[in-house]
């Protein structure tokens, strides 16, 4: 090794013993700002400093010992904060991110899922029904009073079918325009029960067995003076099953869902039909009328005055 070498770099022993220097200030601050408020004091701290060693049994040369003061006075120790400011505030936050980076973290993580949520999910969703509701207003539900009309149009054998129907398909229409949706619904049903009603088939049956009646009378409330007389009957289909049919009362005014009601008829055929029944127990002529296909009303066989009741 050169001597030009060996006089750069200091022995290791020398730089432990510095560094020692420095953390001795460090930690006898007080001792050390006292000892350098004059500068004329340096020397003392310096014995000060040997003497601390000293009782350590260690042995430090001068110059190290000069060397800490010297750093010591320079303030190499001294922290000063930075100054207030938009790069400190970066600074400290970095700094604390290990506090606050995870809540952080999160709510930003939940934001994204509201966002996508809200903006990749729920407003397409609301966009595609808004469409379909448009479409089916302008299309569909017009096309289905379309194929409805057609439909009775082409099955019906009573031009007062064509009339109702072409009456409902209009209204529909300009309903389904105006944006009103429930009220073109209530167009397509209402043809659609017209076209059932036209494609009905049953017979209009007398009641005619001996645990039930077959007919009955009353008073009339709003003419005490006057009475009338009912036949009770059952629309009975192929099969001879009892249908449920819409049958407005006469008396209350509501429409009811029954299998048997009171078809009101003249007193005659009332009598009639109890005479017939009185003779055996059994009614021979117990059609009162019958429904075919493509008519909408029943096509009585006895005369009828046209109303009827459902409670007796």
Request: glycine letters at 8%.
């Amino acid at each position: 090794m050169s001597d030009v070498t060996a006089k750069t770099a200091a022995p290791l022993d020398e730089v432990m013993l510095a560094m020692d220097v420095v953390d001795t200030l460090r930690h006898r601050q007080d001792l050390a700002t006292r000892e350098l408020a004059g500068v004329t004091r340096e020397q003392q701290l310096i014995d000060k400093l040997r003497d601390i060693y000293h009782q350590q049994g260690i042995e430090v040369p001068d110059h190290i010992l000069k060397e800490g003061v010297a750093a010591l006075a320079e303030s190499r120790f001294v922290y000063d904060p930075p100054k207030p400011g938009f790069s400190t505030t970066l600074a400290r936050l970095y700094v604390g991110r290990g506090r606050w980076g995870k809540p952080v973290l999160a709510a930003g993580a939940l934001l994204l899922v509201v966002l996508v949520g809200y903006f990749g999910i729920y407003q397409p969703y609301q966009a595609a029904q808004a469409e379909q509701a448009r479409i089916e207003l302008a299309e569909g539900l017009p096309a289905q009073m379309d194929a409805l009309y057609q439909t009775i149009f082409e099955e019906t054998k009573v031009q007062q079918a064509v009339l109702q129907a072409e009456t409902l398909r209009q209204r529909g229409h300009s309903l389904a325009a105006e944006g009103d949706r429930a009220g073109a619904a209530r167009a397509v049903a209402d043809l659609t029960a017209l076209r059932d009603q036209l494609r009905q088939e049953y017979v209009l049956q007398i009641v005619n067995r001996p645990d039930e009646q077959s007919g009955f009378w009353r008073f009339p409330e709003i003419n005490t003076a006057a009475t009338n007389y009912y036949l009770v009957v059952e629309a009975l289909d192929g099969d001879g099953k009892a249908l449920s049919m819409p049958i407005r009362n006469e008396e209350s005014g509501e429409t009811e869902t029954v299998s048997q009601w009171g078809v009101r008829v003249p007193e005659s055929v009332y009598e009639a039909i109890v005479t017939d029944k009185q003779d055996d127990g059994i009614i021979q002529n117990n059609e009162l009328g019958r429904k075919s296909d493509g008519f909408l009303d029943v096509e009585y066989n006895l005369p009828v005055l046209g109303g009827a009741v459902t409670r007796w």
